[in-house]
């Protein structure tokens, strides 16, 4: 069930990076289904093309890689040209695989710090003079960003890198109006991520014992959160990271780890 009503984002432009699946294609959905003008971006065209089918409503289904600018740039050049000045611009391009840092090549690091937090900044920079008034942006970050987490050393600095990146712009582009905040989601059910870092029923098990809610979130309900952070409601918030996890972050590093879980 959702607190907001259909028409919310009709004459709004979102363009959503990564969100041709998992958590993030889910925000785009949602946004579509509220009246928004939809474009999501990644590095497969096949799976680009299926997922803006997916949303439907002439969703646009761009590919690009984050890590390169220009690709970058000309996805949402083509979105603002197709679309109009992008209201609402969504980071959840993301990577990760489960490695001790001594499993990890210099590149194997590198890689996810470019996807995630090199990708972020260039989505955000590429976007900046492409955007509508009152723009609201969003990163996707993860609990790693605060709480250590072993065999994530790339991801724990990448997304610890995103939340002072949406600090930091939320700060020098206020001013102009532009709000800038995260989305920190928890464990979700069916997506990539989870299936990457709790690959058996009994990893699920030791990870949904330790959150206070026990129980793996929806994608529906990550997209919740994307919706009220661009919505009129949260005109007066920027620069928040908004947890939705079940109150996973909660407690101690150790006694998760201690569970067996890695998230
Ligand atoms: C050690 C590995 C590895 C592994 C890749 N590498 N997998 N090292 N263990 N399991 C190394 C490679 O050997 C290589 O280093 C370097 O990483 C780059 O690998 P490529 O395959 O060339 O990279 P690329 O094709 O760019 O793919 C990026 C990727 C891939 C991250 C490796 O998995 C990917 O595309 N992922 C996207 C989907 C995804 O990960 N979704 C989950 C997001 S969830 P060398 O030295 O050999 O060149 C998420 C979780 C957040 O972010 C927290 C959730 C709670
Ligand atoms: P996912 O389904 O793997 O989605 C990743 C998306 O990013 C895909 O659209 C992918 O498409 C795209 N992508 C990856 N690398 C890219 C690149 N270099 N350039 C452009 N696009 C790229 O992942 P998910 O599990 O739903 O996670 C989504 C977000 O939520 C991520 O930011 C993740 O860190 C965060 N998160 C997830 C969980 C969870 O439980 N799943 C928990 C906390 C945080 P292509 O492969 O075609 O490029």
């Not at 579509?32 to 003008?37: D, Q, R």
């Not at 970050?141 to 930091?168: D, E, F, W, Y």
């Not at 994307?226 to 918030?237: I, P, Q």
Request: aromatic share 4%; with cysteine.
């Amino acid at each position: 069930m959702s607190a907001f009503k259909d028409n919310l984002l009709a004459g709004m432009t979102a363009f959503v990076a990564g969100g041709t699946s998992g958590i993030n294609l889910g925000i785009a959905k949602r946004y579509a289904a509220l009246g928004a003008k939809v474009a999501v971006a990644g590095r497969n065209p096949e799976k680009a093309a299926n997922a803006a089918a997916e949303i439907g409503g002439g969703a646009l289904g761009l590919s690009c890689d984050v890590r390169d600018y220009a690709q970058i740039r000309a996805a949402l050049e083509e979105a603002k040209d197709k679309l109009g000045p992008l209201d609402i611009v969504v980071s959840g391009a993301a990577g990760n695989f489960v490695a001790p840092a001594l499993g990890m090549s210099a590149n194997g690091f590198k890689t996810v710090v470019d996807i995630d937090l090199n990708g972020t900044f260039n989505v955000f920079r590429a976007c900046y003079d492409l955007l509508a008034p009152n723009a609201s942006l969003i990163a996707i970050t993860a609990g790693q960003a605060v709480n250590p987490s072993m065999m994530q050393a790339h991801v724990c600095a990448a997304k610890a890198g995103i939340n002072q990146l949406i600090r930091v712009l939320a700060m020098e582009w206020g001013p102009a109006g532009v709000r800038v905040n995260g989305i920190s989601p928890g464990p979700i059910a069916g997506t990539e991520g989870m299936a990457r870092l709790s690959p058996t029923p009994e990893s699920d098990k030791a990870i949904t014992a330790r959150i206070p809610l026990r129980r793996f979130g929806q994608v529906e309900e990550v997209a919740e959160s994307a919706v009220f952070l661009v919505s009129d409601s949260a005109r007066y918030v920027t620069g928040t990271i908004l947890d939705c996890d079940g109150g996973s972050q909660l407690g101690d590093a150790r006694d998760r780890q201690a569970a067996g879980g890695l998230s």
